[in-house]
């Protein structure tokens, strides 16, 4: 029992405790020491896991013993998830278990590890060596994980999820199945490598399933995905559903290679399911030479969720990446919401990606600010229609900004469409657009402003040249241009059938101007070589033009 003594007169409090009462109680109620357990398939000693010496030499007895709390310390070496020929054996790391490897296995210190020099793979080649007919169907099994559990410096490799339909962990996640249907799972994998895995369904290497109302948030970081394949989608990666906690980055300084699926993500396909109010993060990560069949050969994200939508793509690399429709990224809303929400696409790169048509794809109809910043588009190539195509429906916000465009074959550069009334506008800030064949900029319904940027042709006897540029700005709104360059080849054009153009401090060269009825107001701007200066419209001072080009102006009277 406890003692307390409490004297009013000198105000003091005395606490008496009984300590073997206390330990008593502990005892009773279970507290207990954390415990680390050895694997070193090589180790000759007494094979209880309790140090390298006498380490287990099979993983599974580790797993197979160790509570929440615990860390497995696993030494280089190739480790199977069974010694028979039983598929759906896995590697199954309890909630709230560390699991580490990359251990020369002489190690004190989780900071002398060397997970590049000492390998450790989690390999699901149980059968016939280099015959994956007989694989694992998944080789790690994370079910409804804490944020405590970890795995950390594994090479997981050779899963072949092709199994029967009846159960789902043997057709998805061949490399690692993440579980969180009716539950929670909120796991951490950290400088792992996923190499050669299949699912005939979902998720090559990974997948995270949230069905039934469950939420997930598992987080990769310092992670690399190579060769993984999905015959449905996500050919690295499959997530779905959301989380009520939001924990940063999903994917963070990742790298996706040569990773495949035949419908959609040919990296990584997301489903954000209408569950949660956490924002999806990809941040410092490469997406390169992946395919997708269908849509979004790097990164693909389809999203239910009617309100608390936030997506951010930051410092990313898509390089090389194919598919029919949204070669690079690819972001479909199929239940719009009126909600605020926010997608931003900042600081990243797309280069040399190949679609039949659309590099960047983003159909989030109602998801109300919308931004790309500080980003470059350098060789992209569509067979059809546009480099970057936004659908943004009533009251969304759209901004382009620090953008820069160069060397590239698609029929637009930019396509904004929007509803005939009631849609906030487009704003392109420091836009910048050179070397590009057919760079038009069609913007629809919305009043579209550009300001402070360089659409710029080199000489006709160049390789590159804008002779087919096109401004087009539909109607009812207007077109509003401040401290904007337009040199441009001998057929661009700048079409506004709609309230017409307002220009300040603007430069035009070569461009034939096609207004509507709508009045327009140019002022203190200069033109060189004009078809026409434009007639009907109302010029204000400081008008300089100019019949034969003189080169490329430089100054703005």
Known sequence: MLSLFISFNNKTLIL???????????????????????????????????????????????????????????????????????????????????????????????????????????????GIPGDTSDNAYTVVFMPYSDEGTLLDGFIIRNGNANGHWSVLRHIDGGGLYILADNGEAYPDIRNCRFERNYAVRVGGAVEVNVANSGTAFPRFEHCVFTDNHAGGSGGAISRGGGSWINRGAFLYHCRFERNSANNYGGAVSCSIGTTGSDTLLVQNCIFEDNYAGKQGGGLNIFTTRTKNLFIWVDSCLFRRNISPQGAALNMLHLSPSKEDGEMKISNSSFIENMAEEIILRILLDLVKYQTIQNCEFIQNYSQSTSLILISALENVMLLLEDVYISKGDFDAAIFRGAPLNGSLPTVINRLKIVDVQRPWINNVHADLFINNSEIVAPLLDEVFCLQKFYLYQNTPPSLYLNNTTLWLGEQARVVTPGRGLIANNCIFSNAKMLLGSFPTVVNHSFFANMDTLLTGATLGPGIRSQVQPLGRASSVA
């Open 16 to 126: 008496m405790k009984h300590f073997a009462l206390l330990a008593a109680l502990a005892w009773a109620t279970g507290v207990s020491a954390q415990t680390r357990y050895y694997v070193n398939h090589a180790a000759t000693g007494a094979n209880s896991g309790l140090s390298w010496t006498d380490a287990f030499n099979d993983l599974q007895q580790a797993l197979a013993i160790a509570q929440d709390g615990d860390e497995i310390w696993v030494a280089q070496g190739t480790y199977k998830p069974t010694l028979d020929d039983d598929r759906a054996a896995s590697f199954e790391v309890p909630s709230g278990v560390r699991l580490y490897g990359g251990f020369a296995g002489t190690e004190t210190q989780l900071e002398q590890r060397d997970w590049t020099a000492f390998p450790t793979a989690l390999d699901g080649d149980i």
